[in-house]
Structure formats: C-alpha cells, structure tokens
C-alpha cells in the first residue's frame, strides 16, 4: 500500500493489507515527534489500535459524552488520507485507540 510521510503526526508510515484489515508500521520523523517519544521510554512494542469508524464527529460526540477524554477536539487528516482522531490512555484502560474515518 505504500510508505509515506505524515509530517504533522511526526512519522513514516507503511500499510499492509491482512485480509480485511490493515497493519500500520510507522517509524519517527523528527527527534520531537511523538513516536521517537514512545521508542524512548519503550524501545518497541505496540504503540495503538484503530477503530475504523463511520462518521468519525458522531463518536467522537458519543465517547466525550460517555466520559472518554480526546486527545485532539476535532478530527485531523491522518494516514492513508483518513481523518483521526486519539482517545486518552488514561480512559481506554492504557491503550492509546485512534478512530480513523475514510475521506470523502
């Protein structure tokens, strides 16, 4: 599926398609970035799981009202040219979940 840059969430970005899903490898762009954050406390490991969502604006409404903190107020344009959009770890029992919406 290709690798490409995505220089406003700091990483290299590479898809491969399993079936019905996908697997996202991603690799830091720039000392700041929140990957090269992670890979400093960690080392490796898994960094988060996607949902695929629908209508990425109604969940994110959905879980703000369920008490779930966002990490980000709207969605933003992501990989693979989807808007994202992060839950907080603290609320997803230490998981870090992104919602993920195709383009239109």
């Known amino acids: 599926m290709g690798r490409k840059t995505v220089e406003s969430e700091g990483v290299l ?5 399993a079936g019905e899903n ?14 090269a954050k992670f890979l400093e406390k960690n080392r490796e490991g898994m960094h988060h799981i996607a949902f695929a969502v629908d209508d ?17 107020d709207r969605p933003k344009v992501g990989a693979d040219n989807q808007l ?4 907080h770890p603290k609320d997803t029992s230490g998981v870090l ?8």
């Open 84 to 87: 994202i959009c992060f839950l």
């Open 13 to 17: 970005t590479e898809f491969y398609r």
């Open 56 to 72: 990425i604006e109604k969940e994110m409404e959905r879980l703000k009202k369920e008490g779930i903190r966002l990490l980000n």
């Open 97 to 104: 979940i992104e919602l993920c919406q195709e383009k239109e």
């Open 22 to 35: 996908k697997i996202e490898l991603l690799e830091k762009y720039g000392a700041n970035s929140p990957i």
